[in-house]
């Protein structure tokens, strides 16, 4: 089964590309099947890993950042895959 997990935070505004840097610098052991990290408005940052790994499983994760540099908690959620199409 394939398990992706969302990793959403919003830093404080004009930090944005400090949030992305950081998001980029956090290794996970063991590391994801993929793992793609994107940006948005609002100084936004998203990090999705796969996982090939029950829906349940205990897997790595992004930590909080300092709190100095976000808005508010870290948003998280965990998919399971469906397929494609």
Not at 7 to 26: D, F, I, S, T
Not at 37 to 48: G, N, S, W
Request: no cysteine.
């Amino acid at each position: 089964m394939t398990v992706a997990l969302m990793w959403e935070a919003r830093a404080v505004p004009g930090r944005g590309g400090e949030l992305l840097q950081w998001a980029r610098a956090q290794r996970l052991d063991p590391g994801p099947l993929r793992r793609e990290t994107f940006r948005a408005p609002q100084d936004r940052v998203l990090v999705i890993t796969w996982w090939d790994a029950p829906y349940d499983a205990e897997l790595p994760e992004l930590p909080e950042p300092d709190s100095a540099l976000i808005t508010r908690a870290v948003h998280r959620w965990r998919f399971e895959s469906v397929g494609t199409g």
